[in-house]
Protein backbone atom coordinates (compact mmCIF):
# COMPACT_ATOMS: atom_id res chain seq x y z
CA UNK A 1 0.00 0.00 0.00
CA UNK A 2 1.32 3.32 -0.94
CA UNK A 3 1.44 6.12 2.00
CA UNK A 4 0.10 9.20 0.22
CA UNK A 5 1.83 12.51 1.29
CA UNK A 6 0.95 15.91 1.92
CA UNK A 7 2.31 18.48 -0.31
CA UNK A 8 4.35 21.24 1.54
CA UNK A 9 5.95 23.48 -1.33
CA UNK A 10 5.98 26.47 -0.21
CA UNK A 11 5.36 28.48 -3.94
CA UNK A 12 6.81 31.58 -2.49
CA UNK A 13 10.66 30.43 -3.21
CA UNK A 14 12.76 29.23 -5.90
CA UNK A 15 15.33 27.21 -4.02
CA UNK A 16 14.48 23.77 -2.77
CA UNK A 17 15.89 24.00 0.55
CA UNK A 18 13.62 23.04 3.19
CA UNK A 19 12.62 24.92 5.78
CA UNK A 20 10.40 24.76 9.38
CA UNK A 21 7.43 25.99 9.58
CA UNK A 22 8.49 28.95 11.95
CA UNK A 23 10.39 30.22 8.73
CA UNK A 24 7.83 30.26 6.51
CA UNK A 25 5.71 31.81 8.69
CA UNK A 26 8.43 34.97 9.18
CA UNK A 27 8.75 34.49 5.52
CA UNK A 28 4.82 35.19 5.17
CA UNK A 29 5.10 38.14 7.56
CA UNK A 30 7.99 39.61 5.69
CA UNK A 31 6.23 39.52 2.85
CA UNK A 32 2.63 40.44 4.08
CA UNK A 33 1.45 43.02 7.08
CA UNK A 34 -1.16 41.10 9.07
CA UNK A 35 -3.38 43.56 9.27
CA UNK A 36 -3.45 44.10 5.13
CA UNK A 37 -3.59 40.35 5.53
CA UNK A 38 -6.67 40.60 7.72
CA UNK A 39 -8.17 43.14 5.42
CA UNK A 40 -7.00 41.44 1.84
CA UNK A 41 -8.78 38.44 3.34
CA UNK A 42 -11.96 39.94 4.58
CA UNK A 43 -12.09 42.17 1.39
CA UNK A 44 -11.69 38.44 -0.71
CA UNK A 45 -14.60 37.36 1.17
CA UNK A 46 -17.30 39.78 1.01
CA UNK A 47 -16.76 40.38 -2.46
CA UNK A 48 -17.37 36.32 -2.53
CA UNK A 49 -20.40 36.53 -1.31
CA UNK A 50 -21.97 39.62 -3.20
CA UNK A 51 -23.53 38.98 -6.35
CA UNK A 52 -23.21 41.60 -9.10
CA UNK A 53 -19.63 42.80 -8.02
CA UNK A 54 -16.40 42.18 -7.77
CA UNK A 55 -12.97 43.31 -6.11
CA UNK A 56 -11.26 46.10 -7.45
CA UNK A 57 -8.07 45.02 -6.57
CA UNK A 58 -5.62 43.82 -9.45
CA UNK A 59 -6.08 39.48 -9.90
CA UNK A 60 -2.30 38.98 -9.80
CA UNK A 61 -2.18 40.71 -6.08
CA UNK A 62 -5.11 38.16 -4.93
CA UNK A 63 -3.55 35.40 -6.68
CA UNK A 64 -0.19 36.14 -4.98
CA UNK A 65 -1.90 36.40 -1.84
CA UNK A 66 -4.04 33.30 -2.39
CA UNK A 67 -0.25 31.73 -2.85
CA UNK A 68 0.97 33.12 0.10
CA UNK A 69 -1.48 32.27 2.61
CA UNK A 70 -1.52 28.78 1.01
CA UNK A 71 1.62 28.43 2.38
CA UNK A 72 1.15 29.80 5.62
CA UNK A 73 -1.66 26.94 5.85
CA UNK A 74 1.04 24.71 5.63
CA UNK A 75 3.65 26.57 8.00
CA UNK A 76 0.86 26.12 10.68
CA UNK A 77 0.23 22.35 10.00
CA UNK A 78 4.24 21.92 10.04
CA UNK A 79 4.03 23.77 13.44
CA UNK A 80 1.69 21.83 14.76
CA UNK A 81 3.48 18.33 14.06
CA UNK A 82 6.62 19.78 16.27
CA UNK A 83 3.92 21.34 18.74
CA UNK A 84 6.12 20.22 22.19
CA UNK A 85 9.09 22.55 20.37
CA UNK A 86 7.16 25.57 19.89
CA UNK A 87 4.77 25.37 23.08
CA UNK A 88 4.44 28.65 24.58
CA UNK A 89 2.29 29.29 27.52
CA UNK A 90 2.28 32.81 28.65
CA UNK A 91 0.16 34.02 32.30
CA UNK A 92 -2.25 36.31 31.32
CA UNK A 93 -1.73 39.89 33.43
CA UNK A 94 -4.84 42.15 32.76
CA UNK A 95 -4.65 42.14 29.01
CA UNK A 96 -6.78 44.68 26.87
CA UNK A 97 -9.84 42.68 25.07
CA UNK A 98 -8.52 44.97 21.58
CA UNK A 99 -5.03 43.14 22.73
CA UNK A 100 -6.94 39.48 22.37
CA UNK A 101 -8.72 40.16 18.78
CA UNK A 102 -10.14 36.81 18.10
CA UNK A 103 -8.92 34.81 20.67
CA UNK A 104 -9.76 33.30 23.79
CA UNK A 105 -7.93 33.64 26.70
CA UNK A 106 -6.99 30.08 26.27
CA UNK A 107 -5.80 30.98 22.66
CA UNK A 108 -4.08 33.67 23.93
CA UNK A 109 -1.82 32.01 26.75
CA UNK A 110 -1.14 29.33 24.30
CA UNK A 111 -1.25 29.96 20.76
CA UNK A 112 -1.02 26.46 19.52
CA UNK A 113 -4.38 25.71 20.62
CA UNK A 114 -5.77 27.55 17.03
CA UNK A 115 -3.31 26.21 15.05
CA UNK A 116 -4.56 22.27 16.72
CA UNK A 117 -8.32 23.45 16.79
CA UNK A 118 -7.86 24.49 13.31
CA UNK A 119 -6.74 21.36 11.76
CA UNK A 120 -8.62 19.18 13.44
CA UNK A 121 -11.87 20.57 11.66
CA UNK A 122 -10.42 21.31 8.17
CA UNK A 123 -7.44 19.68 6.44
CA UNK A 124 -4.76 21.77 4.51
CA UNK A 125 -6.80 20.39 1.08
CA UNK A 126 -10.12 21.87 2.36
CA UNK A 127 -8.36 25.34 3.43
CA UNK A 128 -6.84 25.51 -0.09
CA UNK A 129 -10.24 24.99 -1.70
CA UNK A 130 -11.94 27.39 0.75
CA UNK A 131 -9.46 30.03 -0.55
CA UNK A 132 -9.57 28.83 -4.01
CA UNK A 133 -13.02 29.17 -3.88
CA UNK A 134 -13.39 32.62 -2.75
CA UNK A 135 -10.30 33.82 -5.02
CA UNK A 136 -12.64 32.53 -7.43
CA UNK A 137 -15.78 33.80 -6.54
CA UNK A 138 -14.32 37.69 -5.54
CA UNK A 139 -13.21 37.96 -8.73
CA UNK A 140 -15.96 37.97 -11.48
CA UNK A 141 -19.80 38.03 -11.15
CA UNK A 142 -21.60 34.63 -11.00
CA UNK A 143 -25.07 33.70 -10.19
CA UNK A 144 -24.36 30.84 -7.74
CA UNK A 145 -22.89 31.49 -4.15
CA UNK A 146 -20.35 29.20 -2.74
CA UNK A 147 -22.16 25.85 -2.02
CA UNK A 148 -20.33 25.67 1.51
CA UNK A 149 -19.85 27.00 4.94
CA UNK A 150 -18.01 29.85 4.21
CA UNK A 151 -17.68 31.74 7.70
CA UNK A 152 -15.55 28.65 9.68
CA UNK A 153 -12.92 28.36 7.48
CA UNK A 154 -12.43 32.60 7.33
CA UNK A 155 -12.84 32.63 10.86
CA UNK A 156 -10.34 30.08 11.52
CA UNK A 157 -7.83 31.72 9.24
CA UNK A 158 -8.34 34.48 11.40
CA UNK A 159 -7.21 33.59 13.96
CA UNK A 160 -4.57 31.42 12.97
CA UNK A 161 -2.94 35.16 11.35
CA UNK A 162 -3.34 36.53 15.40
CA UNK A 163 -1.95 33.20 16.71
CA UNK A 164 1.28 33.01 14.30
CA UNK A 165 1.62 36.54 14.72
CA UNK A 166 1.72 36.49 18.38
CA UNK A 167 4.12 33.25 18.20
CA UNK A 168 6.67 35.63 16.23
CA UNK A 169 6.10 37.77 18.88
CA UNK A 170 6.79 35.98 21.57
CA UNK A 171 9.76 34.22 20.27
CA UNK A 172 11.14 37.68 19.22
CA UNK A 173 11.68 38.80 23.28
Known sequence: MKKIKTDFETHLWADSRKRSGLQLIETFFQLNDLAASKRTLHSIMNYAVKRNSWIKEDPSAIFHFRQSMQSFVRAGYLITLKEKKWA??????????????????????????????????????????FMSGMVYFSLGIYDNLPERNIVNPYIHLIKMLDAAHLILQRKAK
Not at 97 to 126: D, H, R, T, W
Open 88 to 129: INTQLEDVSPLVLGLLSEKEYQNPMLVFKKAFKEYSIKEFDY
